[in-house]
């Protein structure tokens, strides 16, 4: 007779995936532990002073629109565990050659007026996912029965499944509007003119009407500190330093769930699979890679569209043609000279992440998966063009291309942030076709990171689903109720 378990489940990897299927356990009364390699928890969800004393920079996620929305994460007393969500005053600024601006308001209504003769364009296509933003949210985690404007919503739906450029050309006429829609498009990591790319379009636009894009004060660390926190709470452990190479570094557990990507699944437990299951984890599908830049300035960023001053997020890259062909560019292999930057000013709404009068910027770009090729100049300049005497504001900077942020954490495999590419056979089979994706052939392995569904993106959603497939396995639940 084999010696008793020692824990009901543990967790493999500390990312906001893991953390959250470890306290969706909890709360139903499970034995947990989570095992994290690296000497500090949070994963794609840690800050640290990485250029100068009192300058706090995200490593990985800064902005959280998904975080605030996912009606997992809204489910839990995060708050009475530290956690402060930080709305700045608009989500998000695109500035344009000439010094002007595209502003995502809060309201559809303002950002439409913004929008000259696109308004009601707009309007049409982000007010009904904007009125239904909640329900969206409460569909991913398997209540589709929630949404109350099917019809409605079937008419941004079939154009969340086309391609960003298709969807740009067709509705907008508009530069403002047309740039807008392709940076949020832009987070798919796909070419913009690959479907899906248009649903990250519609999807961001949306969750900034309906929800905002809010960060944690005090960086995304506070966010992985509070379900901690509310982890231990419960009598979790949490055990940093305890890198797992063999499912044999486990302890004895019912159950473990692995925050890792596929490959890494393989090289851990491939023993325990099928072949099968082992060569479709083969052949999965990283997209590509970040190049991230933070910097410590001792001023604001001096934008020529004062706008961008009251924006957490501002996206750098101009018109959809712009956008586009540097996307194109990074899918064929290629640097783009001018490329679309992704960059956060967390210091202008959140005084605790740098000295007084002092800032934060945190900034990337799209490369290649793998690639060498050092962006920092790129991305300087890209910044430069919007706000000249940018550089002038540099007290330091830190720089992180592919190889550095995977050295960060394993999950970034060749510096894809997304747990693997997001198009639309591998969004719909995650990490795999399966009936439960988040099962391997193998009792007891699970896999709950964001290469799982809902995918990419700190939501909390790929650790709590898988969560739920291991409470049914192991029976008897006591906190039954599905968040929404
Ligand atoms: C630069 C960057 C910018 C991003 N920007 C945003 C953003 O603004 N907004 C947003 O929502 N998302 C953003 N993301 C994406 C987001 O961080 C991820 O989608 C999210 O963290 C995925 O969570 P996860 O739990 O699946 O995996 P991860 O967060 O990657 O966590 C995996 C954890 O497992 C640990 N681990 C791996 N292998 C092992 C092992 N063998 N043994 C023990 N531990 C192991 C790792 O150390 C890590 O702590 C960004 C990510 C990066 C890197």
Not at 95 to 111: C, Y
Not at 180 to 196: I, T
Not at 439 to 466: D, E, K
């Amino acid at each position: 007779m084999s010696a008793p378990a020692t824990y009901d489940a543990v967790i493999v990897g500390s990312g906001p995936n893991g953390l959250a299927a470890a306290v969706e356990l909890a709360r139903n009364g499970k034995r947990v532990a989570v095992l994290e390699g690296k000497s500090t928890i949070g994963g794609g969800a840690r800050s640290a002073e990485i250029t100068l004393p009192g300058f706090v920079h995200d490593l990985g996620s800064a902005i959280h629109p998904l975080g605030y929305a996912s009606p997992f994460f809204r489910s839990l007393p995060l708050d009475e565990h530290g956690l402060e969500w930080v709305h700045p005053d608009v989500p998000l600024a695109h500035p344009l050659d000439g010094g002007e601006a595209t502003v995502l308001e809060r309201s559809l209504e303002a950002t439409a007026a913004g929008l000259g003769p696109d308004a009601a364009a707009y309007r049409r296509l982000m007010g009904p996912g904007s009125a239904d933003a909640s329900s969206i949210a409460g569909f991913f985690v398997g209540k589709p029965s929630l949404i109350r404007h099917p019809l409605a919503l079937a008419f941004s739906g079939i154009r969340a499944l086309g391609d960003a450029e298709g969807v740009a050309r067709s509705v907008f006429e508009g530069e403002r509007a047309r740039g807008l829609f392709a940076g949020n498009a832009a987070h798919s990591f796909l070419p913009l003119d690959q479907p899906p790319s248009a649903l990250f379009g519609l999807l961001l636009g949306t969750l900034g009407h309906a929800f905002g894009w809010p960060f944690p004060r005090g960086g995304s660390q506070s966010l992985a500190n509070a379900l901690a926190s509310y982890l231990e709470s419960m009598g979790g452990e949490i055990f940093t330093g305890a890198p797992v190479s063999t499912v044999d570094d486990v302890p004895r557990a019912r159950a473990v769930l692995f925050d890792v990507t596929p490959r890494q699944l393989h090289d851990i437990a491939g023993e325990h699979f099928t072949e099968g299951y082992n060569k479709a984890l083969k052949r999965y599908r990283y997209g590509p890679g970040v190049f991230k830049v933070d910097f410590a300035l001792d001023g604001p960023i001096p934008w020529q569209a004062e706008e961008c001053l009251r924006a957490g997020t501002v996206h750098l890259g101009g018109t959809l043609e712009e956008i586009s062909a540097g996307e194109a560019a990074v899918a064929g292999g290629e640097h783009p000279e001018r490329p679309f930057i992704l960059l956060a000013q967390q210091s202008l709404f959140d005084d605790t992440r740098a000295p007084e009068g002092k800032h934060t910027v945190w900034a990337y770009c799209h490369v290649p998966n793998g690639s060498t090729f050092d962006m920092t100049e790129r991305i300087e300049a890209q910044i430069e063009r919007f706000a000249p005497g940018f550089r002038e504001r540099i007290l330091a900077r830190s720089i992180s291309g592919p190889a550095e942020l995977e050295g960060q954490n394993a999950n970034l495999v060749g510096g894809d942030v997304a747990g693997g590419y997001m198009d639309l056979r591998q969004l719909l089979a995650r990490p795999m076709l399966r009936p439960n994706p988040y099962s391997t052939p193998a009792r007891g392995l699970y896999i709950c990171s964001s290469s799982t569904p809902p995918g990419g993106s700190v939501h909390g959603l790929c650790g709590f689903l898988a969560a739920r497939t291991v409470l049914r396995r192991l029976g008897k639940m006591r906190h039954d109720r599905t968040p929404r």
